[in-house]
């Protein structure tokens, strides 16, 4: 399984993957990005199953990265992981396509619980 990591800061994309191994969902291809214009770009040559994505990027923000991938007709599950979760953040990433959003600081339960159906 391709796994795209999309987030500005390389400390946070490391986070999020060693996070992923905590949770046990380990042996995949981690794929990083450091905005959502680059994500969109790698998401055709690398084709991942799914895509992890912070909310505010420069270039391109997670939820305008989100809105152009579901407007291309990609459907690759994608899930926010962001440092704020607000309520209307929420809607507007489920109204988006997202499967939800993962605020920090987060737990490797968490990734479990909101990843697993994807990853099985």
């Not at 795209?4 to 390389?10: I, N, P, Q």
């Not at 770009?41 to 305008?64: F, Q, Y």
Request: aromatic share 4%; with cysteine.
């Amino acid at each position: 399984m391709k796994i795209l990591v999309a987030d500005d800061s390389k400390a946070m994309r490391m986070i999020v993957t060693r996070t992923l191994r905590q949770a046990g969902l380990n042996g995949h291809q981690v794929v990083e990005a450091t905005n959502g214009r680059e994500a969109l770009d790698l998401v055709k040559s690398v084709k991942p199953d799914l895509i992890l994505s912070d909310w505010n990027m420069p270039e391109m923000t997670g939820i305008e990265f989100l809105r152009a991938l579901r407007a291309s007709g990609s459907l690759t599950p994608f899930c926010f992981v962001t440092s704020e979760g607000s309520d209307e953040m929420r809607a507007l990433a489920l109204e988006g396509g997202a499967m939800g959003l993962i605020a920090k600081p987060f737990t490797p339960e968490v990734f479990e619980d909101m990843l697993s159906p994807v990853m099985s």
